[in-house]
């Protein structure tokens, strides 16, 4: 009668196979899910109770029969391709203006002592004060909602920029000097790929507030776009309406926050 073959010991020090990255990615999900789904059944809930009134808080298949009405009609498309337009044009727009001022300030001392009390007065206007006095400089339509997308986008990503650089190792500075790197090329060669993690998380910043500024130029002066969908749902009465307008936004302001945090986690990835 033949022995039974036995499994050979597993390798002193051996460590156990680690969990695969997709599994990892799905468990996240499925736990991310938990408070939304929560957040859902408390909903209907709350609605079949009758603890609001159907004015007051619609119930879930009613804001999605909303949500069916101005599709099949092409307002929900349009609404949404608006806003997410002027997010786009506005977030680069001051992204851009953010990485620039931000290095200017972060490598010259002479312009941070110049600029900074400026920009940190600026900052802490509120979002809504700008919207009568860009009205006022260059009136109705698109060019003033830009601007103020833009403006939201500046500050979190030139603060970013200017902290990252002011914590810079100063020997990289001189290593880039030495290879023949001056001015744009030392900044756009050396340094600015040196603050890329926190360019990235400023970046995140930035585009979550051109989402919070955006709704603050389309409730005051627009006429299309999610904003006006939560104004106009306020003002006839369109509960459900003004609830989806509210769910899109936060949907698509995470959508949007996802893809950088893809892009950021890759970048430090590739880093390590």
């Given at each position: 009668m033949s022995a039974t073959t036995r499994p050979a010991p597993a390798a002193q020090g051996a460590h156990p196979p680690a969990a695969r990255p997709g599994r990892r990615r799905g468990g996240s999900w499925?736990?991310?899910?938990?408070?939304?789904?929560?957040?859902?059944?408390?909903?209907?809930?709350?609605?079949?109770?009758?603890?609001?009134?159907?004015?007051?808080?619609?119930?879930?298949?009613?804001?999605?029969?909303?949500?069916?009405?101005l599709w099949l009609n092409g307002t929900l498309q349009l609404n949404v391709a608006i806003s997410v337009q002027r997010v786009l044009i506005g977030f680069a727009i001051g992204a851009t203006l953010g990485v620039l001022l931000g290095g200017l300030t972060g490598l010259s001392r002479t312009l941070d002592r110049m600029l900074s009390p400026t920009l940190g007065a600026v900052r802490a206007v509120p979002s809504l004060a700008w919207v009568p006095l860009l009205g006022l400089w260059i009136g109705l339509g698109e060019p003033p909602k830009i601007i103020l997308i833009a403006i939201g986008a500046f500050f979190p990503v030139y603060t970013t920029v200017f902290s990252a650089l002011q914590h810079l190792d100063p020997a990289l500075v001189e290593v880039g000097r030495a290879y023949g790197r001056r001015g744009w090329r030392l900044f756009s060669e050396i340094l600015l790929p040196a603050t890329a993690p926190s360019l990235l998380s400023g970046l995140r910043l930035g585009l979550a507030q051109s989402w919070l500024f955006l709704v603050a130029a389309e409730i005051i002066a627009a006429s299309i776009g999610l904003g006006f969908q939560m104004t106009n749902g306020q003002n006839q009465g369109l509960t459900d309406q003004l609830i989806l307008a509210i769910l899109l936004l936060a949907v698509l302001g995470k959508l949007s926050d996802v893809v950088l945090a893809v892009v950021e986690a890759k970048v430090k990835r590739d880093r390590n």
């Amino acid at each position: 009668m033949s022995a039974t073959t036995r499994p050979a010991p597993a390798a002193q020090g051996a460590h156990p196979p680690a969990a695969r990255p997709g599994r990892r990615r799905g468990g996240s999900w499925a736990l991310g899910a938990v408070v939304p789904l929560l957040l859902l059944a408390a909903w209907q809930l709350s609605s079949t109770l009758g603890v609001f009134t159907a004015y007051q808080l619609p119930p879930p298949l009613a804001v999605l029969d909303a949500a069916r009405r101005l599709w099949l009609n092409g307002t929900l498309q349009l609404n949404v391709a608006i806003s997410v337009q002027r997010v786009l044009i506005g977030f680069a727009i001051g992204a851009t203006l953010g990485v620039l001022l931000g290095g200017l300030t972060g490598l010259s001392r002479t312009l941070d002592r110049m600029l900074s009390p400026t920009l940190g007065a600026v900052r802490a206007v509120p979002s809504l004060a700008w919207v009568p006095l860009l009205g006022l400089w260059i009136g109705l339509g698109e060019p003033p909602k830009i601007i103020l997308i833009a403006i939201g986008a500046f500050f979190p990503v030139y603060t970013t920029v200017f902290s990252a650089l002011q914590h810079l190792d100063p020997a990289l500075v001189e290593v880039g000097r030495a290879y023949g790197r001056r001015g744009w090329r030392l900044f756009s060669e050396i340094l600015l790929p040196a603050t890329a993690p926190s360019l990235l998380s400023g970046l995140r910043l930035g585009l979550a507030q051109s989402w919070l500024f955006l709704v603050a130029a389309e409730i005051i002066a627009a006429s299309i776009g999610l904003g006006f969908q939560m104004t106009n749902g306020q003002n006839q009465g369109l509960t459900d309406q003004l609830i989806l307008a509210i769910l899109l936004l936060a949907v698509l302001g995470k959508l949007s926050d996802v893809v950088l945090a893809v892009v950021e986690a890759k970048v430090k990835r590739d880093r390590n």
